[in-house]
């Protein structure tokens, strides 16, 4: 179990939109260290959907991990404001996405989602552009 707000910042990737895709995550404990990282291989896909599989593989492994409240950072705008309810979610294969994310962050006592700058997402970035080249973490 992890005690005080654990940080997730995720990033989705695409060559070409749709193209090959990659998901990327970065899991930090309250004091800021990586408690876990992942990237997954996501064959041809949007980079919206790229995004939304990267939030999911990041959640996925918050939950498993033991973080009970978590502060996600995404450098896209659309789906942090999509999650955040000041955006509604048109595609149906976004809307599937969505209703999964949903689902998971309601397994966490308290989860906020918040835009940063790119610069600052540059470790899930560089994981989810590995696993386009075939490395996976």
Same mark, same amino acid.
């Given at each position: 179990?992890?005690e005080?707000?654990?940080?997730?910042?995720?990033?989705? &990737?695409?060559?070409? +939109?749709?193209?090959?895709?990659?998901a990327? &995550? %970065?899991l930090?404990?309250?004091?800021?260290? =990586?408690?876990?990282?992942?990237?997954?291989? $996501?064959?041809? #896909?949007?980079?919206?959907?790229?995004?939304?599989?990267? $939030?999911?593989?990041?959640?996925? *492994?918050?939950?498993?991990?033991?973080?009970?409240?978590?502060?996600?950072?995404?450098?896209?705008?659309?789906? =942090?404001?999509?999650?955040?309810?000041?955006?509604? =979610?048109?595609?149906? +294969?976004?809307?599937? $996405?969505?209703?999964? %994310?949903? *689902?998971?962050?309601?397994?966490?006592?308290?989860?906020s %989602?918040?835009? %940063?700058?790119? &610069?600052?997402?540059?470790? *899930?970035? #560089?994981? &989810? +552009?590995?696993?386009?080249?075939?490395?996976?973490?």
């Open positions: 179990m992890q005080g707000i654990c940080k997730l910042f995720t990033d989705g &990737a695409c060559r070409g +939109n749709p193209g090959a895709g990659g990327g &995550a %970065v930090l404990d309250d004091r800021g260290q =990586v408690i876990w990282q992942g990237n997954e291989y $996501l064959e041809l #896909c949007t980079n919206n959907i790229a995004e939304y599989r990267a $939030l999911i593989l990041g959640l996925k *492994a918050a939950r498993e991990r033991g973080c009970r409240n978590l502060e996600i950072c995404m450098d896209s705008e659309l789906l =942090v404001r999509q999650i955040n309810g000041s955006y509604k =979610v048109k595609n149906d +294969n976004l809307k599937k $996405l969505m209703k999964e %994310v949903r *689902a998971l962050l309601a397994g966490f006592d308290s989860a %989602v918040k835009h %940063v700058p790119r &610069a600052q997402n540059a470790k *899930a970035d #560089c994981l &989810a +552009n590995m696993a386009i080249d075939g490395k996976k973490i």
